[in-house]
Nanobody, 127 residues
Framework: QVQLVESGGGLVQPGGSLRLSCTAS????????IGWFRQAPGKEREGVSC????????TYADSLKGRFTISRDNAENTVYLQMNGLKPEDTAVYYC????????????????????WGQGTQVTVSS
């Protein structure tokens, strides 16, 4: 069964850090672009970051670049999202998604309109 599973979310104080994990089963992640998205209650889904297949490119939302970093560990078939300097407005459910054979990924592209999404992990930033 093809699956993506997110983990690493939780409650953190403003200014803190979290590392989210997106682990795949049933396919090799390095052949896919992997994107991180988030959605807060009552809000539209927002693109966070994506990495192209074979790490050809990386893309970040302009408001997040410099605080968040996306990376791969091919041995673990896992993509990470390191989040530093967290703010209350970062509170959301964070999802990962996969798109096959996309070297240059866009957070707004229709490549993400597929079935390759995880169930999400909750991130809450509050004092």
């Amino acid at each position: 069964q093809v699956q993506l599973v997110e983990s690493g979310g939780g409650l953190v104080q403003p200014g803190g850090s979290l590392r989210l994990s997106c682990t795949a089963s049933g396919f090799t992640m390095d052949d896919y672009a992997i994107g991180w998205f988030r959605q807060a209650p009552g809000k539209e889904r927002e693109g966070v970051s994506c990495v192209g297949s074979r790490d050809i490119s990386t893309t970040y939302a302009d408001s997040l670049k410099g605080r968040f970093t996306i990376s791969r560990d091919n041995a673990e078939n896992t993509v990470y999202l390191q989040m530093n300097g967290l703010k209350p407005e970062d509170t959301a459910v964070y999802y990962c998604a996969a798109a096959p054979l996309v070297s240059y990924c866009s957070l707004l592209a229709p490549i993400w309109e597929n079935d390759f999404w995880g169930q999400g992990t909750q991130v809450t930033v509050s004092s």
